[in-house]
């Protein structure tokens, strides 16, 4: 090959400093473009598992091989394949314009999540908008959108939300000048079917690759719904060879509506790999994504223990040979394990037992009937501001749920608390608040309700311990917790002030496993706000 075709492809493909999709900014949280060197460790890990099954063979020098980004934004995955694929198959198809024309017409294939991404994906890919442009590197394509297919897609409306994503009616029926965000792949009830559609009939994927988007904002944006496990599950219907994507990490803990993806995800063996995340600042600069992130890789032919590493800044934990589903939520730090068999093996009664419900006495965050001076039968009320916390004065007749725990002496403890160990050591927990009777508190406490303040006292010296916060920090993997962020921590007497010493040696801990604590949990003072 001569001249200039003869010297487009090595140019376009080849790493020049800066590479412009390094240089990208972010569309938003929920949409998060994949920076190339974080697209290559997934692509490594991908090739290491295709060599260990296939006798070290490389699977890019292998032409039939396909590969399928069905969210794709700036086209990255699919470049990075591409360009791997030129190289592997130099061999196998020397001529350099035909070996660039079979990989992208034949074994490199995306779908656009707007008509803005499907166009920088093409650029990215074809060196074109166009497929069949002027300035394409592929030359057999006679469409537009060559293997980079996108299509404006409408929501499905059922008493106002959309029936496959969840989506608000109210926040998402938009003129035809704004996009939907209702993303072709995971509105259809047949996935298969739309496959064969846009990429010809029988159409199967080996490996299936990419970065989805995250959530949608719902109920005029006062909370977001996760969408990202509906990627993970149709993927599966697939049925490809390899399934590897990037998402968000709340899924291992928590996160709305994610306890049945959660439990699939744990259970299935075919999960070959997981790489966690714990900062999502470490791998998307300048975006937060509370939890953090993580990669996977999941492998048809898997059938056993899933290869688990955990990676903070510098430290590298792993890789470690376990079992996902263990426990009805994902421990991401295998140190933590030996500690929490100790403490399970006492078979004690949890906390959560005796924790209060979430708004346990109907009064939510926001309430502000509230009085600075007690009237005529007014109970004490405990809340939270921007500022702090605070008291005031309330009427019983104000109190909807939970009327017997009115009398009763309160260790209450704030529903929100750190960010799920973004920073180490983490405080977990807000300090508790011991609350005299009769009281109410709004949502922003949970409690554990005792006869005596001398109880309520005790329970509030248990909170503070770095050994329950650290046992609280395993199933909190965000800000907020719950009673069920409880489940591990027991019940003990409320008839002496606790300490992290005392609790070493009844559960007995070792001098290792109390340096690890420490090292994850920070202390807290003995003060009452």
């Known amino acids: 090959m001569s001249g200039a075709t003869g010297t487009k492809a090595p140019f376009v493909m080849a790493g020049r400093n800066p590479d412009v999709l390094t240089c990208i900014a972010n569309l938003s949280n929920d949409e998060v473009f994949t920076p190339p060197e974080f697209a290559n460790q997934m692509l490594d890990t991908l090739a290491e598992a295709w060599a260990a099954d296939n006798d070290g063979a490389n699977l890019w020098a292998d032409s039939t091989v396909t590969f399928l980004d069905p969210f794709t934004k700036s086209g990255v995955f699919l470049r990075e394949i591409t360009k791997r694929l030129i190289d592997g198959l130099a061999d196998e198809i020397p001529d350099l314009e035909m070996r660039v024309d079979h990989i992208v017409t034949k074994q490199v294939y995306g779908i656009g999540i707007t008509g803005l991404t499907a166009l920088l994906a093409r650029r990215s890919v074809y060196c074109s908008k166009w497929a069949n442009g002027a300035h394409s590197i592929a030359k057999s394509f006679t469409t537009e959108e060559g293997n980079v297919w996108f299509e404006r897609t409408e929501h499905t409306w059922v008493n106002g939300r959309c029936r496959f994503c969840g989506a608000a009616e ?7 000048d704004l996009e939907t965000h209702a993303y072709a792949f995971i509105h259809t009830d047949d996935i298969k079917a739309l496959m064969d559609e846009l990429f010809g009939e029988n159409m199967k994927f080996d490996v299936i690759i990419g ?14 719904v996760p969408i990202y496990q509906h990627f993970v599950e149709q993927a599966k219907q697939l049925e490809p060879r390899f399934l590897t994507m990037i998402v968000p990490a709340r899924w291992m803990a928590g996160g709305l509506g994610l306890s049945g993806f959660r439990q699939a995800m ?16 470490e791998v998307f600069t300048g975006v937060e994504i509370k939890g953090g992130v993580c990669h996977f890789l999941w492998e048809e ?21 376990r079992k996902l589903g263990a426990y009805d939520v994902f421990i991401r730090d295998s140190r933590a394990l030996a500690i929490l068999h100790k403490v399970l093996a006492k078979k004690e009664s949890p906390l959560s037992e005796v924790m209060s419900a979430r708004t346990a006495f109907g009064l939510y965050s926001n309430y502000s009937l509230y009085r600075s001076k007690p009237g005529k039968g007014d109970v004490r009320f405990y809340a939270t501001s921007p500022t702090g916390r605070f008291t005031g004065w309330v009427s019983p007749d104000e109190v909807t749920t939970n009327l017997g725990a009115i009398d009763s002496y309160k260790a209450l403890i704030p529903k929100a608390g750190s960010d799920g160990g973004q920073k180490l050591p983490d405080v977990v927990l807000g300090k508790p608040w011991v609350a005299d009777r009769p009281s109410v508190c709004t949502q922003s406490f949970l409690f554990v309700a005792t006869k005596t303040k001398k109880q309520a006292e005790s329970v509030a010296s248990y909170y503070r311990t770095r050994v329950l916060r650290f046992l609280v920090s395993l199933r909190k993997i965000a800000q907020d917790t719950t009673a069920t962020s409880y489940l591990w921590v027991p019940q003990q007497s409320w008839d002496q002030t606790w300490s992290d010493d005392v609790l070493y040696n009844q559960y007995g801990i ?17 003060t009452n706000e």
């Open 170 to 176: 109210a926040e998402y029926e938009r003129g035809d």
């Open 211 to 224: 970065n989805p988007p995250y959530q949608l904002g719902s109920d005029g944006g006062t909370r977001d």
């Open 266 to 281: 744990l259970s299935d063996r075919r999960m070959r790999s997981l790489t966690d995340y714990p900062v999502a600042k």
């Open 301 to 321: 032919a898997w059938d056993g223990e899933c290869s688990v590493t955990t990676i903070r800044g510098d430290a590298v934990l792993g890789p470690v040979s």
């Open 510 to 526: 070792t001098k290792d496993e109390v340096a690890y604590i420490e090292s994850m949990v920070r202390p807290m003072e003995p």
